[in-house]
């Protein structure tokens, strides 16, 4: 559904892209993580016709951006982070002018916009003005928007950031309708657990490049990264630390009073490490199992927390 070849733009001096390629299956959710600064914003912002790179080749659901922008134009739904609506018009006149501007029959138009209202849980609030609106409920319009004229490729640039819960799990319930109906979704978040729960595939990007990609297990494999038992002990003598270490390998390690014993099999392995403890005679106070997940990969991969 969407080829993208070695992407490059540069702003002045500063390289925003420095040869980005992937590409996304149709139907899949594609999760793209980075650090600020990263490039996220700036490849969304090309695919989405917003940005001219410098060089590289898009290719959206068959054509060519740059040959054929229009039909591009036409197949995807944009949602930015910053939110797009006239404020002083009521919800139902903003989806009438963003539909009208995507072209939608206005015979169509009108039961799209009802049906994309109580979709987002809005039908009883669509004659009161935006500006009297949350900013979870301007989100939900501003996704809605997006939709109106039945894309068939959705790019989400970070669209939960600073709502409230409700809000975004009545988003969160419209992404997965999506998805399971078939729509490519290009995805975008500083939240990790969202790209866990929704994303087939992954990619990281850090200094304009894709450093990563691949579903969460396959990141989690490519990152190397084992998991661990951190054992707590309430006093961990020099002795103690000897043989424990001789005891279970050199897999191990120890901060202050805390040993963290990396495994590839935590079942098997957790019961050996605590008999070793009890041989040597440590006090456990608190046992913790510490699973891989995306944060840990992302952090291995880029040297940064995705929120820095």
Not at 283 to 290: L, Y
Request: glycine fraction near 10%.
């Amino acid at each position: 559904m969407i080829k993208v070849q070695n992407l490059v733009k540069k702003y002045g001096d500063i390289t925003a892209l420095n040869g980005v390629s992937f590409d996304i299956k149709e139907g899949e959710f594609y999760g793209l993580l980075g650090p600020n600064g990263a490039g996220k914003t700036t490849t969304i912002s090309i695919l989405s016709s917003i940005v001219k790179p410098d060089k590289g080749i898009v290719s959206i659901a068959g054509y060519d951006l740059e040959k054929n922008p229009e039909q591009c134009k036409r197949s995807i739904g944009v949602v930015t982070q910053e939110i797009a609506l006239y404020n002083k018009l009521s919800a139902w006149d903003n989806l009438l002018f963003w539909g009208s501007l995507y072209g939608v029959p206005a015979a169509e138009l009108k039961t799209r916009i009802t049906e994309t209202l109580t979709l987002f849980g809005l039908a009883d609030r669509k004659n009161d003005a935006v500006d009297t609106y949350s900013g979870g409920m301007k989100r939900r319009i501003n996704i809605a928007s997006a939709l109106l004229h039945r894309p068939r490729v959705l790019f989400m640039d970070e669209p939960t950031v600073g709502i409230d819960p409700q809000s975004r799990n009545l988003i969160f319930e419209v992404l997965e309708k999506l998805h399971n109906e078939g729509m490519t979704i290009v995805y975008t978040t500083h939240y990790m657990e969202e790209a866990e729960r929704f994303c087939d595939r992954i990619g990281i990007i850090d200094k304009g490049q894709i450093i990563a990609q691949g579903t969460l297990a396959e990141l989690k494999s490519t990152g190397g990264i084992k998991e661990s038992i951190a054992v707590t002990f309430n006093e961990l003598t020099e002795e103690m630390i000897n043989k424990l270490g001789a005891a279970l390998g050199g897999e191990c390690k120890f901060a202050g009073n805390t040993l963290h014993y990396y495994t590839a099999n935590i079942r098997d392995d957790l019961g050996k490490a605590i008999i070793r403890c009890n041989e040597v005679g440590a006090d456990i106070a608190q046992i913790e199992i510490q699973k891989v997940n995306l944060e840990t990969v992302f952090l291995s991969l880029t040297g940064k927390q995705l929120r820095d």
